[in-house]
C-alpha cells in the first residue's frame, strides 16, 4: 500500500492511497485447486442438484395423483400456512447469496493483504529474536566466563 501525502493551499496535509496491483499470482492449474473444484463438484453441486430433482419430482408425483379424500379447505388451509415459511425462506435465501458473493469477492481481494500481514509478522518475529539474542548475549558471556574460569582451577 502506498500512501502519497498531498499538501493543498490551506497547507493542511492529506494522504492518498493507491491501489495495491496484484503481486501474488492466484493459478488456478494448481493441484490443490483442481481437488478443491472436484471436492467442489462431487459434495456440493451433486448432491444439490440431486435433492432438486427429488423434489421435483416428489411435486410432480403429489400433482399428479387423484386424491378424492382430501379436503379442499385442507388444502387451502395447508397453502396459507406455507405462504409466510417461504417468503422468509426466500428472504434468508437472499441474505445467504448475499453473503457468498461477499466471501468471494473478499475472497479474490485477502490473499495479497494476507501475505503483506504475513510478510509483517516474519519481520516482527525476526526483530524480536534479534532482540531476544541481544538481551541474553552478556548473561551467556559471563556463564562462559565463568565456566573457563571453573575449568582452569579444575585442570590445575
Known amino acids: 500500500m502506498v500512501f502519497n501525502i498531498k499538501r493543498y493551499s490551506s497547507n493542511k ?24 473444484r472436484r471436492q467442489f463438484i462431487w459434495q456440493i453441486l451433486i448432491p444439490i442438484i440431486v435433492a432438486l430433482l427429488l423434489v421435483i419430482a416428489a411435486s410432480v ?45 473478499l475472497l479474490k481481494i485477502t490473499p495479497n493483504y494476507t501475505y503483506q500481514v504475513q510478510q509483517m509478522i516474519y519481520r516482527v518475529k525476526q ?23 571453573k575449568r582452569i582451577f579444575r585442570d590445575q
Not at 415459511?85 to 458473493?101: C, D, E, K
Open 61 to 105: 408425483v403429489a400433482a399428479t395423483r387423484n386424491s378424492g379424500t382430501a379436503s379442499l379447505w385442507a388444502d387451502i388451509s395447508m397453502i396459507w400456512l406455507l405462504i409466510p415459511v417461504l417468503f422468509f425462506s426466500f428472504l434468508f435465501f437472499i441474505l445467504l447469496a448475499g453473503l457468498i458473493y461477499a466471501l468471494a469477492v
Open 13 to 36: 496535509q492529506y494522504a492518498t492511497i493507491k491501489a495495491m496491483k496484484k503481486t501474488i499470482p492466484l493459478s488456478k492449474r494448481t493441484v490443490s485447486y483442481q481437488a478443491h
Open 127 to 149: 526483530a524480536i529474536k534479534r532482540g531476544a539474542d541481544f538481551a541474553t548475549k552478556p548473561v551467556f558471556f559471563i556463564e562462559e566466563i565463568s565456566a573457563r574460569i
